[in-house]
C-alpha cells in the first residue's frame, strides 16, 4: 500500500517551507509538493548568462526580505543555514525632478543627515519627519502582536478555547502597543490616531503630516505597493502600514529602513527555511504538479480532505492537506468534478465557495529584471556604488502622478506613466553579478492584469500574449527611467519581464495577485480568506490553507505558514 503522511502541502513557497519546517519537527511525517523545478513560490533566486560577461541573478519575482518574522529566523537556525540580510542606508532616494538646479530627496538611518535632506524641500516637513516615524512606529506596536496567530474570529467555531485565550492576550498586547509612544520619541497620539490609520486614505494621512510633494509621493509608494488601490482611496493607509512592519532589519545591522536584501537573492531565504525542513525530517519534491486534491467521503462534515492526485496521476494519502496555493487556486482549481460533489455536502462550503469566487484579487504590479553593463547614472557620474544606488529609488514627485496612473489602469489602459520602484541589490551584494555590472530590478505598479480591448470594448488578460502590448509597457517603463538616467537603456544586457499575466503563469498566482488576495479592508485579520474561516482550518475537515491568502497577508514574513502549522499540531495534539 502506498504510504499514509501525516501532513501533504501543495506548493513550495517560503510560507508552505515554513509550515514544514514547524509540522515536522512537531514530529509529523510532512510531504511538499512543488510544481517548479525549484522550491521558494515568488522567494526564488534565478540565473541568467550573458555571453562574454558571466552569471546574473535575479530575485525574480520577491526581491526584498525585511517582513521576515524574527522568531522564524530564531527558531529554524535560518542564518546557521545560509541566510545573511544586507540593510540599507540610505534606504531610499529620489532623483529631482530638475536635475542639477536641486539635489535628490535621500532617506537615511541616521536622522540628522534625513533631517539635512528633506530641509531641502521642506524645514517643516525635517521638523515633523521623526515624529511621523515614530507614530508609525506606534502603530507597528499595535499591529505586531497580532502577526503570530490566528486573528481574533468569533464566527469561527473551530477555534479551540486555548486559540481564544490566545488571540484575547494578542489583542491586549495590540491595544498596549496603540496607547503606548515610543520611548523618548517625543510623539503623542491616541489610540485612536492609530485606530485611524487602518481605514485613512493615505493622502489624507501624508498632507496632515507634510507640505512637501516630493516627500508625500516617496512616503505614499509604500501604500500602493501589490495593490490596485489609489492612494487617496480609504484602506490605503493600511498597505502603508503594512509595508513597514518588518523587523527582520535586527539580522541586518541594525540601519536602514525594515527591508533588508537577502545575499544571494531572495533564493537564499527558501534555500534556508528548505534546509530546515529536511533537517527536521520533511520530504520535498519538485517538478511534481498536483492536478488535484482528494476527499473522500467521512468525517464530521461528510467529507474530508485525504491527500492530492499528482500531474500523471498519482495518488498522496495524507491525514491532512495544507495548501500554499492562494485561496482561488485551492478552491476552484484544485477541488473540482466528484470532488467539489463531495466538498459541496460539507455544510456551509456552497455559501463558502461563493465567498472566495468573489474574493478581490486586484493587484496591477509587474517586474523587470535586468542585467546591466554598470551602474545607472543620475547625474554624479561614479562608476562605485553611491548613496543614491543603495536603497529604493523612486521616479515620482507628486501623489497627483501616482492617482493617475491610477485612474488610468482602473478602466484597463497601461499608464502613460507607471509607477516605478528600482532596487539595484548588487550595489550592495557583489555575489549576483560579474565584477563592474549590475543588477537592476524595476517593480512596477497600476499594470491592469485585464487590458481594454479598444475595438470591442471589452477587457481581457490575453493582450499580453500580443508582443506589442508587452513592448510597448516595457518603453514606457524604461523611458521613464531615462528621463533620470540616460544612457540607461543602452547599458541593458539581458532582460525579464514578468506582466501580470506572466506572474499567474510562472507563479500561479491568480490574477497576478503577489499577495494571493488584495489586503484590502474586508480582506484582513478575520476576514482573511473569508469570515469564519480564519484560523487556517477550511470548511473541509483536514484542509488548511498555510499561504498569503491566510492571516495576515501577503510578504516574505513566513506568519502564514507559521500560524497554519500550529493550528494543525493542535489539531493533531501534537
Known amino acids: ?143 505586531v502582536p497580532l502577526l503570530d496567530g490566528a486573528p481574533p474570529d468569533l464566527l469561527d467555531s473551530r477555534a479551540t478555547a486555548s486559540e481564544r485565550w490566545e488571540a484575547a492576550k494578542r ?48 512616503l505614499c509608494t509604500d501604500a500602493i505597493i501589490g495593490s490596485m488601490t489609489a492612494p487617496s482611496q480609504p484602506g490605503s493607509g493600511y498597505v502603508l502600514l503594512h509595508h513597514v512592519m518588518g523587523e527582520a532589519l ?46 473522500e467521503e467521512g468525517g464530521a462534515g461528510g467529507a474530508r480532505a485525504a491527500g492530492v492526485v499528482l500531474e500523471g496521476g498519482e495518488e498522496v494519502r495524507a491525514r491532512a492537506v495544507c495548501s500554499g496555493c492562494d485561496p482561488h487556486t485551492t478552491f476552484i482549481k484544485l477541488i473540482r468534478g466528484k470532488n467539489r460533489s463531495r466538498a459541496m455536502g460539507v455544510e456551509g462550503y456552497s455559501k463558502f465557495e461563493d465567498s472566495i469566487r468573489r474574493l478581490d484579487f486586484s493587484s496591477g504590479a509587474a517586474k523587470i529584471n535586468l542585467a546591466v553593463s554598470r551602474l545607472p547614472d543620475f547625474g554624479f557620474g561614479s562608476s562605485e556604488p553611491g548613496p543614491e544606488h543603495m536603497g529604493t529609488i523612486h521616479f515620482e514627485h507628486s501623489q497627483r502622478e501616482l492617482d493617475l496612473a491610477w485612474q488610468q489602469s482602473s478602466v484597463g489602459l497601461l499608464p502613460m506613466q507607471p509607477v516605478i520602484e528600482m532596487t539595484i541589490p548588487s550595489s550592495a551584494d557583489k555575489t549576483i553579478a560579474p565584477p563592474g555590472s549590475h543588477v537592476v530590478q524595476l517593480f512596477v505598479q497600476y499594470i491592469p492584469y485585464e487590458l481594454l480591448n479598444t475595438s470591442d470594448g471589452t477587457r481581457t488578460s490575453d493582450l499580453w500574449q500580443d508582443p506589442q502590448v508587452k513592448r510597448t509597457f516595457v518603453n514606457r517603463v524604461l523611458d521613464r527611467v531615462e528621463k533620470f538616467c540616460p544612457g540607461f537603456k543602452e547599458s541593458i ?82
Open 171 to 218: 489583542i491586549v498586547r495590540s491595544a498596549r502597543g496603540a496607547m503606548t509612544s515610543p520611548s523618548g520619541s517625543g510623539h503623542r497620539s491616541s489610540a485612536l490616531d492609530v485606530a485611524r490609520l487602518f481605514t485613512c486614505p493615505a493622502t489624507v494621512l501624508l498632507d496632515e503630516w507634510f507640505e512637501s510633494e516630493v516627500l508625500k509621493a516617496t
Open 250 to 295: 535586527n539580522y541586518a545591522g541594525g540601519q536602514g529602513s525594515p527591508w533588508c536584501y537577502a545575499e544571494g537573492g531572495m533564493g537564499r531565504v527558501s534555500g534556508a527555511l528548505a534546509a530546515a525542513a529536511e533537517e527536521a525530517g520533511a520530504e520535498i519534491r519538485t517538478e511534481a504538479e498536483v492536478d488535484h486534491i482528494l476527499l
Open 493 to 574: 544586457l539581458k532582460m525579464d519581464v514578468l506582466s501580470p499575466r506572466d506572474l499567474e503563469t510562472v507563479f500561479g498566482l491568480h490574477k497576478g495577485n503577489i499577495f494571493h488576495g488584495a489586503l484590502s479592508l474586508h480582506q484582513l485579520f478575520h476576514q482573511r480568506p473569508v469570515p469564519g474561516f480564519s484560523s487556517y482550518e477550511m470548511p473541509i475537515p483536514d484542509l488548511f490553507l498555510c499561504g498569503s491568502g491566510a492571516h495576515p497577508g501577503g510578504g516574505v514574513s513566513g506568519a502564514p505558514g507559521y500560524n497554519c502549522a500550529q493550528t494543525v499540531l493542535t489539531r493533531m495534539n501534537r
Open 1 to 143: 500500500m502506498a504510504r499514509l503522511r501525516d501532513v501533504v502541502i501543495v506548493g513550495g513557497g517560503h510560507n508552505a517551507l515554513t509550515c514544514a519546517a514547524y509540522l515536522a519537527r512537531g514530529g509529523l511525517d510532512v510531504l511538499v509538493l512543488e510544481r517548479r523545478g525549484l522550491v521558494g513560490g515568488c522567494a526564488v533566486t534565478e540565473s541568467v548568462h550573458v555571453d562574454d560577461v558571466g552569471d546574473f541573478k535575479f530575485s525574480r519575482a520577491s526581491y526584498l526580505a525585511g517582513l521576515l518574522r524574527p522568531h522564524i529566523v530564531e527558531e529554524l537556525g535560518l542564518v546557521d543555514r545560509g541566510l545573511r540580510l544586507i540593510g540599507r542606508d540610505p534606504y531610499s532616494y529620489t532623483p529631482s525632478s530638475k536635475p542639477g538646479a536641486q539635489p535628490g530627496l535621500t532617506l537615511w538611518s541616521d536622522a540628522q543627515k534625513t533631517r539635512a535632506s528633506i530641509a531641502g524641500f521642506s524645514s517643516r516637513d525635517a521638523e515633523n519627519f521623526e515624529r511621523y516615524e515614530a507614530f508609525l512606529d506606534q502603530a507597528k506596536s499595535a499591529i
